[in-house]
């Protein structure tokens, strides 16, 4: 029992105590109230019938003693009704107050109950309102796998659709880097590059004459010497990407990223790269590290590289293995953090 429960008992058997003292006071005056009642009227009805013999016990001021013993008893009378009357008003407030206490404390209960109705019905509306974000959020993704699946990409003759598109999409990359076909080790002048500037909406970026034979390194799974810059991939991943293979994935993933971090679904970001292939993981990946600021999603950059996403791709799958440096450098590991904190 509470502190609360306590106090109410103590007031409960005060205002018990006082209601009983009242109902014995009034059953007790009442009755004589009557009988000094009575005792007046037939006092006044002896000294009006029988005259003589009241002359004969008060021979002297006979009037003046009966009618004195009558009124006096009349006057105590009402007095004792008048008291009646009060302890009568003392007992009906007492019932009141009560009434009230009993109200009182059946709106406590009723306020406690709904209380606890209010907070089952909050945390049964936030239990709904996350279901419904988390089947969203599934029939989002299913959604993103499919038209990931539905991605096609052609190179000449060759056409590849889902995970085989992203590894045919790299084979191009590295081609065009590499000069096997008629690409980016071919200088272009001012003219050309105005022209590539209008059609594509950004600067041609020269190869430096270093990166002569880089692509061999990459077939030898080897770091260049003099390794490709973060703008020089930049470009090469926009120059190879084509709209019309990779737009409506591109976009699919956006909107898939951003719902998951409006809504706090991180802990869903494991089932979201365990769905995808390898040559997609890189292809999104470099997307990180190049397209996501360029495109205005830098918050979503930020939040994704937060929560380590895509940081178990091995390294020997990206063009060069330094490139998972650019967003996950050595050291940056939460077991490394750790281990510094620790220390």
Known sequence: MGKEDKASSKK????????????????????????????????????????????????NNTH???????????SLTGVILIFVAFLGQRLQLIYQQQELR???????????QLKKQARALNKQIKQMKEDSIVQTFFRILEQHFLIRNSVVFRLEEQTETGDKAFHLYFDHLINW?????DAWKYPRDIVQADIFLKNHGYNWVPMRLELEGVWNLFF??????????????????????????????????????RYMMDNGLEKYLD???????????????YHIVTRFDVDERTDLKDWLIDH???????????????????????GSEPQFKEITQND
């Open 64 to 74: 003046d003693y009966a009618v004195g013993i009558s009124v006096t008893l009349a």
């Open 102 to 112: 009993d109200n009182r404390d059946e709106m406590k209960k009723s306020t406690t």
């Open 220 to 257: 030898a799974m080897k770091e260049p010497e003099y390794p490709l810059l973060k703008n020089e991939v930049a470009f090469l991943i926009r120059t190879a990407l084509r709209e019309t293979s990779f737009g409506s994935y591109q976009r699919s993933y956006y909107y898939l990223f």
């Open 308 to 330: 380590r996403f895509l940081s178990s791709i091995e390294r020997k799958h990206l063009i060069f293995p330094s490139h998972m440096e650019w967003i996950y450098p050595i």
């Open 12 to 59: 409960q058997k005060r205002w018990e105590g006082k209601e009983k003292v009242l109902n014995i006071s009034i059953y007790v005056l009442t009755p004589l109230a009557g009988i000094l009642a009575l005792l007046s009227v037939g006092s006044f009805y002896i000294y009006s019938r029988c005259h003589i013999w009241v002359h004969s016990i008060f021979p």
């Open 271 to 285: 089932a979201v790269e365990a769905g995808m292939g390898q040559w997609e993981r890189v292809f999104l990946f």
């Open 177 to 181: 880097m590499s000069g096997r076909i």
